[in-house]
C-alpha cells in the first residue's frame, strides 16, 4: 500500500487523481482531495499534510486557465504566465521526486521534508489567486493586490521574492500601456485595465460652441483602483497624456526626447524621475503650440479689441453707420444689413491690422442683460442660466456675420422684444487648440461684459447728441438750463463708471494676467488665470452683486429714458413744430424733478451700498471718483437714497 500511496501523492501533487486519493466536488464548483477512509494511521496523518498543496495546485492551474484568454486582460495574462512559469518549476520538483522513489530508500517523513518549499510557495499562490479570483481582479487592482501582499509579507524574504518576481512580469503590459500614454498621448488598452479611461464621447468640436461642455475635464479621467507605487505621480500622469494628446489631435508630430523604460522597482525614484521629464516636456511642448504656434497672446488681444472696445474709431464707427439698425426691436432688425454694416466698421477702422478680424461675429440675445445676470445671481450659477437661455431658442436660429452670424428669435422669451442695443453682442470663432482656453463659457463672460459696457457707452452718446441743438431765443436756453444740469450730472456717472471699468478693472487685471501666463508653467495654470481674471473682471464690474446692478441698472435707465425724452423736446423745439410756449410748458418743472428725483434717488443708493464696509475694497475707487470732492457726501440724503 505504501508504495501505491506515493504514487498516488505525486499524481495529486500534480493535479491527478489516485486509488487512495481521489477528488470530490465542492458547494462552490471547485474540486478537493480527499484521502480514502482505507488508509490508516499513521499513513494518513502524513499524507493529510500533504493533501492541503494538492488542493491550492489544482485551484490554481484552474485560475490560469481561466484568465489567460485575452478578454480578460494583458495584466491578468501575463500574471497567468508568471504563475506557470512556477508551475512548472514545481513539475520539475516532482519529477525529480519520483525519480528518487524509484531508486528506493525513500518515505513519506523524507517526502514531506522535500516539499516543504513547494508546500510554502503553493500556499503563497493559492493565497493571492483566490483573492484575485474572488474579487475579480483585473489591470491595476490585480497589480495592487500584489503590490500589497509583497508589502504585507516584507518579513518573508522567499515569498517577498516571489512576488517580487509576479509584479515584474504582471506590470510588463501595463508599463507598456504607460509609456505610450507619457510618451505619445495615446491609450492602447481595448480591456479597460490602465489607470487612465478615455471618454470618446466627449467631443473637441464642442469647447467652442456648447457652454456645458466639458471636455477638458471629463475628456481622460482616473480610475477608481489606486496603484500605491504609481499614487503621488497620478496628477502627472493624467496631465502628460493630456497635454500630449492635445498635440496630437491638432496634427502635430511627439518626436519625445525623454523617453525611458518602465520596468517595476521597490523605489519611487525610479518611477518619479522618468515621470517629472515625461510631464515637464509635455508642459512645455503644449504651451509653445498654444501660446506661440496658435497665437494664444494675439488671439486675446483681439478679443480685448472688440470686446471691452479698446480702439474707439472702432466703436465710435460702428454706432454712427449702425444707430438706425441699433434703435429698432430685435424682432424687426435687418441682421444682413447689420451684418454687413459691423464688417464695414471693421474693415474701415485699425481693426483691419487685426490678424484675426475675420473671426469676429455678433448675436442678438433672447435676455437682457438684467434678467441674465439676475437669475445666474439668483442661481448662483452661469451654466444653469446659459442652459436655460439657450433651452428657449431650439428652432429660431438664423446664421451670418463676416462669415457666421447667431441670431436667436426666443420661443418662450420671458420677456417683450428688447431694443437691438438692448440685446446686441459680439461673439467670436475660436479653433482648436486656443479653445481650450478660450472656451464658450469664457467667451460668455466677455460677452457679459461687452454688453454693460456696450450699453453704458450708447447711453453715454445718446446724452452727448441731446444737446446738438441751436436755441433761437434767450428765454429758450433759460427753459433748458435745468435739462442741461441733469444731463451732466448723468454724464459725470456715466463717463466714470466706463473709466472706472474699463482702467481701473479691466486694464489693471488685463496686465497682471498676461504676466502671469507669461510666468504660466502649463494649461491648466493659463486656463486657471485667464477664468480668474474674467471672474475678477465681473465681480468688479459689479455683475455678480445683484443688488448693485439692480441700482445700476436703475441709473442707466433713468439716463436712457431722459436722452430720449430730451431728444423729443430738442427735435419739437428745432422744428418749430410746437410753439415756444408750448415747448417749454412740454418742458416744465415737473418732468425735470421726476427725472432728477429717479436719478438722485438710484444714485443716492448706489452710493450707499459703494461706502458699505461689506462692499469689496477695489469699489471704494468709484466711489472716490463719483464723489471726488465730497459734493454728495456734504448732502446727507445722497446717502440715504435721495432721501432726507
Same mark, same amino acid.
Given at each position: 500500500?505504501?508504495?501505491?500511496?506515493?504514487?498516488?501523492?505525486?499524481n495529486?501533487?500534480?493535479?491527478?487523481e489516485?486509488?487512495?486519493?481521489?477528488?470530490?466536488?465542492?458547494?462552490?464548483?471547485?474540486?478537493?482531495?480527499?484521502?480514502?477512509?482505507?488508509?490508516?494511521?499513521?499513513?494518513?496523518?502524513?499524507?493529510?499534510?500533504?493533501?492541503?498543496?494538492?488542493?491550492?495546485?489544482?485551484?490554481?492551474?484552474?485560475?490560469?486557465?481561466?484568465?489567460?484568454?485575452?478578454?480578460?486582460?494583458?495584466?491578468?495574462?501575463?500574471?497567468?504566465?508568471?504563475?506557470?512559469?512556477?508551475?512548472?518549476?514545481?513539475?520539475?520538483?516532482?519529477?525529480?521526486?519520483?525519480?528518487?522513489?524509484?531508486?528506493?530508500?525513500?518515505?513519506?517523513?523524507?517526502?514531506?521534508?522535500?516539499?516543504?518549499?513547494?508546500?510554502?510557495?503553493m500556499?503563497?499562490?493559492?493565497?493571492?489567486?483566490?483573492?484575485?479570483?474572488?474579487?475579480?481582479?483585473?489591470?491595476?487592482?490585480?497589480?495592487?493586490?500584489?503590490?500589497?501582499?509583497?508589502?504585507?509579507?516584507?518579513?518573508?524574504?522567499?515569498?517577498?521574492?516571489?512576488?517580487?518576481?509576479?509584479?515584474?512580469?504582471?506590470?510588463?503590459? %501595463?508599463?507598456?500601456?504607460?509609456?505610450?500614454?507619457?510618451?505619445?498621448?495615446?491609450?492602447?488598452?481595448?480591456?479597460?485595465?490602465?489607470?487612465?479611461?478615455?471618454?470618446?464621447?466627449?467631443?473637441?468640436?464642442?469647447?467652442?460652441?456648447?457652454y456645458?461642455?466639458e471636455?477638458?475635464?471629463?475628456?481622460?479621467?482616473?480610475?477608481?483602483?489606486?496603484?500605491?507605487?504609481?499614487?503621488p505621480?497620478?496628477?502627472?500622469?493624467?496631465?502628460?497624456?493630456?497635454?500630449?494628446?492635445?498635440?496630437?489631435?491638432?496634427?502635430?508630430?511627439?518626436?519625445?526626447?525623454?523617453?525611458?523604460?518602465?520596468?517595476?522597482?521597490e523605489?519611487?525614484?525610479? %518611477?518619479?524621475?522618468?515621470?517629472?521629464?515625461a510631464?515637464?516636456?509635455?508642459?512645455?511642448?503644449?504651451?509653445?503650440?498654444?501660446?506661440k504656434?496658435?497665437?494664444?497672446?494675439?488671439?486675446?488681444?483681439?478679443?480685448?479689441?472688440?470686446?471691452?472696445?479698446?480702439?474707439?474709431?472702432?466703436?465710435?464707427?460702428?454706432?454712427?453707420?449702425?444707430?438706425?439698425?441699433?434703435?429698432?426691436?430685435?424682432?424687426?432688425?435687418?441682421?444682413?444689413?447689420?451684418?454687413?454694416l459691423l464688417?464695414?466698421?471693421?474693415?474701415?477702422?485699425?481693426?483691419?491690422?487685426?490678424?484675426?478680424?475675420?473671426?469676429?461675429?455678433f448675436?442678438?440675445?433672447p435676455?437682457?442683460l438684467?434678467t441674465?445676470?439676475?437669475?445666474?445671481?439668483?442661481?448662483?450659477?452661469?451654466?444653469?442660466?446659459?442652459?436655460?437661455?439657450?433651452?428657449?431658442?431650439?428652432?429660431?436660429?438664423?446664421?451670418?456675420?463676416?462669415?457666421?452670424?447667431?441670431?436667436?428669435?426666443?420661443?418662450?422669451?420671458?420677456?417683450s422684444?428688447?431694443?437691438?442695443?438692448?440685446?446686441?453682442?459680439l461673439?467670436?470663432?475660436?479653433?482648436?487648440?486656443?479653445?481650450?482656453v478660450?472656451?464658450?463659457?469664457?467667451?460668455?463672460?466677455?460677452?457679459?461684459l461687452?454688453?454693460?459696457?456696450?450699453?453704458?457707452?450708447?447711453?453715454?452718446?445718446?446724452?452727448?447728441?441731446?444737446?446738438?441743438v441751436?436755441?433761437?431765443?434767450?428765454?429758450?436756453?433759460?427753459?433748458?438750463?435745468?435739462?442741461?444740469?441733469?444731463?451732466?450730472?448723468?454724464?459725470?456717472?456715466l463717463?466714470?463708471?466706463?473709466?472706472?471699468?474699463?482702467?481701473?478693472v479691466?486694464?489693471?487685471?488685463?496686465?497682471e494676467?498676461?504676466?502671469?501666463m507669461?510666468?504660466?508653467?502649463?494649461v491648466?495654470?493659463?486656463?486657471?488665470?485667464?477664468?480668474?481674471?474674467?471672474?475678477?473682471?465681473?465681480?468688479?464690474?459689479?455683475?455678480?452683486?445683484?443688488?448693485?446692478?439692480?441700482?445700476?441698472?436703475?441709473?442707466?435707465?433713468?439716463c436712457?429714458l431722459?436722452?430720449?425724452? %430730451?431728444?423729443?423736446l430738442?427735435?419739437?423745439?428745432?422744428?418749430?413744430?410746437?410753439?415756444?410756449?408750448?415747448?417749454?410748458?412740454?418742458?416744465?418743472?415737473?418732468?425735470?424733478?421726476?427725472?432728477?428725483?429717479?436719478?438722485?434717488?438710484?444714485?443716492?443708493?448706489?452710493?450707499?451700498?459703494?461706502?458699505?464696509?461689506?462692499?469689496?475694497?477695489?469699489?471704494?475707487?468709484?466711489?472716490?471718483?463719483?464723489?471726488?470732492?465730497?459734493?454728495?457726501?456734504?448732502?446727507?440724503?445722497? %446717502?440715504?437714497?435721495?432721501?432726507?
Amino acid at each position: 500500500m505504501e508504495a501505491a500511496l506515493y504514487e498516488d501523492i505525486l499524481n495529486a501533487l500534480l493535479g491527478f487523481e489516485g486509488k487512495y486519493i481521489f477528488k470530490t466536488e465542492t458547494t462552490n464548483g471547485t474540486f478537493m482531495f480527499k484521502l480514502s477512509a482505507e488508509v490508516k494511521k499513521p499513513l494518513s496523518d502524513m499524507v493529510e499534510r500533504v493533501i492541503p498543496t494538492c488542493n491550492h495546485y489544482s485551484f490554481v492551474v484552474q485560475y490560469i486557465q481561466k484568465n489567460s484568454p485575452y478578454e480578460f486582460g494583458m495584466v491578468a495574462q501575463a500574471f497567468a504566465a508568471a504563475l506557470d512559469s512556477v508551475l512548472k518549476e514545481y513539475g520539475v520538483l516532482i519529477g525529480k521526486l519520483e525519480d528518487q522513489i524509484y531508486m528506493g530508500d525513500f518515505s513519506l517523513q523524507k517526502l514531506h521534508f522535500h516539499l516543504q518549499p513547494a508546500i510554502h510557495n503553493m500556499a503563497v499562490l493559492y493565497t493571492i489567486t483566490r483573492e484575485a479570483h474572488q474579487f475579480n481582479m483585473q489591470g491595476g487592482a490585480l497589480i495592487q493586490h500584489l503590490y500589497k501582499s509583497m508589502t504585507e509579507k516584507s518579513g518573508d524574504a522567499a515569498t517577498k521574492g516571489l512576488l517580487h518576481y509576479f509584479l515584474q512580469k504582471a506590470t510588463v503590459p %501595463y508599463f507598456d500601456m504607460l509609456e505610450e500614454w507619457l510618451y505619445n498621448g495615446c491609450i492602447k488598452d481595448p480591456k479597460g485595465e490602465f489607470m487612465v479611461e478615455q471618454h470618446s464621447n466627449m467631443r473637441k468640436d464642442r469647447v467652442a460652441t456648447e457652454y456645458l461642455d466639458e471636455y477638458w475635464q471629463k475628456r481622460f479621467s482616473l480610475r477608481g483602483e489606486n496603484i500605491s507605487f504609481l499614487s503621488p505621480y497620478n496628477a502627472k500622469i493624467l496631465l502628460t497624456g493630456k497635454y500630449l494628446n492635445v498635440i496630437r489631435e491638432c496634427g502635430k508630430a511627439i518626436v519625445n526626447p525623454c523617453k525611458g523604460k518602465f520596468e517595476f522597482s521597490e523605489r519611487d525614484c525610479d %518611477y518619479g524621475d522618468k515621470i517629472e521629464k515625461a510631464y515637464n516636456w509635455a508642459c512645455k511642448k503644449l504651451l509653445d503650440v498654444i501660446c506661440k504656434d496658435e497665437q494664444l497672446f494675439a488671439r486675446l488681444q483681439s478679443l480685448k479689441h472688440y470686446f471691452f472696445l479698446d480702439q474707439g474709431d472702432f466703436f465710435v464707427h460702428f454706432v454712427d453707420i449702425s444707430e438706425e439698425e441699433l434703435e429698432k426691436s430685435s424682432k424687426d432688425v435687418n441682421l444682413s444689413k447689420l451684418e454687413s454694416l459691423l464688417e464695414l466698421s471693421v474693415r474701415s477702422t485699425t481693426c483691419i491690422a487685426d490678424p484675426f478680424h475675420e473671426d469676429l461675429t455678433f448675436e442678438v440675445a433672447p435676455l437682457s442683460l438684467m434678467t441674465y445676470l439676475t437669475r445666474i445671481n439668483r442661481t448662483g450659477s452661469l451654466t444653469t442660466v446659459h442652459s436655460a437661455a439657450t433651452a428657449m431658442t431650439p428652432h429660431g436660429q438664423t446664421t451670418s456675420s463676416t462669415t457666421s452670424t447667431t441670431y436667436q428669435t426666443p420661443t418662450l422669451a420671458p420677456q417683450s422684444p428688447m431694443q437691438v442695443f438692448d440685446a446686441f453682442t459680439l461673439n467670436y470663432k475660436v479653433s482648436w487648440p486656443v479653445s481650450l482656453v478660450i472656451s464658450k463659457a469664457a467667451l460668455t463672460k466677455y460677452q457679459l461684459l461687452f454688453r454693460h459696457l456696450f450699453k453704458c457707452k450708447w447711453v453715454e452718446r445718446q446724452l452727448c447728441n441731446t444737446w446738438n441743438v441751436k436755441f433761437r431765443r434767450n428765454q429758450d436756453r433759460q427753459a433748458f438750463a435745468g435739462c442741461y444740469a441733469l444731463r451732466q450730472r448723468m454724464l459725470h456717472f456715466l463717463q466714470n463708471f466706463e473709466y472706472y471699468m474699463v482702467n481701473e478693472v479691466i486694464d489693471t487685471n488685463w496686465h497682471e494676467m498676461i504676466s502671469k501666463m507669461e510666468a504660466a508653467k502649463n494649461v491648466d495654470e493659463v486656463i486657471k488665470i485667464h477664468n480668474d481674471f474674467l471672474d475678477t473682471c465681473l465681480g468688479s464690474s459689479m455683475l455678480t452683486n445683484n443688488k448693485l446692478f439692480k441700482t445700476l441698472t436703475e441709473l442707466i435707465a433713468s439716463c436712457t429714458l431722459f436722452a430720449g425724452y %430730451y431728444r423729443e423736446l430738442c427735435s419739437n423745439q428745432v422744428d418749430g413744430s410746437v410753439a415756444s410756449n408750448s415747448a417749454l410748458a412740454l418742458h416744465s418743472d415737473e418732468a425735470i424733478k421726476r427725472f432728477s428725483s429717479k436719478f438722485d434717488t438710484a444714485f443716492g443708493v448706489l452710493l450707499n451700498q459703494l461706502g458699505t464696509a461689506s462692499i469689496d475694497k477695489h469699489l471704494t475707487h468709484l466711489l472716490q471718483r463719483l464723489d471726488f470732492n465730497e459734493y454728495y457726501g456734504n448732502r446727507q440724503s445722497f %446717502y440715504h437714497g435721495g432721501r432726507p
